[in-house]
């Protein structure tokens, strides 16, 4: 999902920068010239506390709800597929797993290290144009070849333990860091420039897609009653 060079991306790419565009029109009107009406923000944006509690707040409910999917699953209900080609639940949670541990090292290893930008506020996206377009499930990806699953985990406690581990150290860098997270910025496909904070606004966004993924698998008509 990280992987802007898969061949069947660009359709989606394309798409997803059409709904981006409407997002960005609505939240952030511009003159005709394509500058933003309010113009360069006077009171810079800067991490807060509430900005910490907030995500720690969808982290927590995100790994409970995922927590609590898996768990209660057999080995039957988690590796259904309604079509042969469509992942499994078990896949999705694999893919939920290796995702968050990629943005994990992207924040730690090139987010945080970027330099602050100096001058004026520049143009941002808001954190709920990331959210409707990550959580949009009419909106398809294809993830890139690292993040597909290839059954690495071979049994749902194995599942459940990757993930508690990758979405503590999650939990413990948004709780510790002292980084000033809206003035540390990275690249993202399909969305552009984004900043540190709105790594984990991802994250978040992404978990809660394929919950709603998993939810689908769940709905079929196929899927095991036990």
């Given at each position: 999902m990280l992987n802007p060079i898969v061949n069947s991306y660009t359709?989606?790419?394309l798409i997803v920068c059409a709904i981006l565009s409407v997002i960005a029109f609505i939240l952030f009107p511009c003159n005709a010239a394509g500058q933003p009406l309010?113009?360069?923000?006077?009171?810079?944006?800067?991490?807060?506390?509430?900005?910490?509690?907030?995500?720690?707040?969808?982290?927590?409910e995100t790994r409970e709800e995922f927590s609590n999917?898996?768990?209660?699953?057999?080995?039957?209900?988690?590796?259904?597929?309604?079509?042969?080609?469509?992942?499994s639940i078990a896949e999705v949670a694999e893919h939920i797993i290796l995702a968050e541990n990629t943005i994990y090292s992207i924040i730690t290893d090139k987010v945080l290290k970027s330099p602050a930008p100096v001058g004026a506020e520049n143009f941002r996206i808001k954190d709920t144009a990331i959210w409707m377009v990550l959580t949009n499930r009419s909106t398809k990806f294809t993830a890139p070849e690292p993040l597909k699953p290839n059954s690495r985990f071979k049994a749902k406690a194995d599942l459940l333990s990757n993930f508690k581990s990758t979405r503590a150290a999650?939990?413990?860098?948004?709780?510790?860091?002292?980084?000033?997270?809206?003035?540390?910025?990275?690249?993202?496909?399909?969305l552009g420039t984004?900043?540190?904070?709105?790594?984990?606004?991802?994250?978040?966004?992404?978990?809660?897609?394929h919950l709603a993924q998993i939810a689908e698998i769940k709905a079929h008509p196929g899927f095991p009653r036990k």
């Open positions: 359709l989606s790419k309010a113009g360069p923000s006077k009171n810079p944006v800067s991490f807060t506390e509430k900005d910490r509690e907030s995500a720690l707040k969808f982290l927590n999917e898996l768990s209660r699953l057999s080995d039957a209900q988690l590796n259904f597929k309604a079509v042969a080609d469509k992942w999650t939990i413990a860098l948004m709780t510790t860091t002292t980084e000033d997270l809206r003035n540390r910025f990275g690249e993202l496909p399909v984004i900043d540190g904070y709105q790594w984990f606004v991802f994250v978040n966004a992404h978990s809660a897609r």
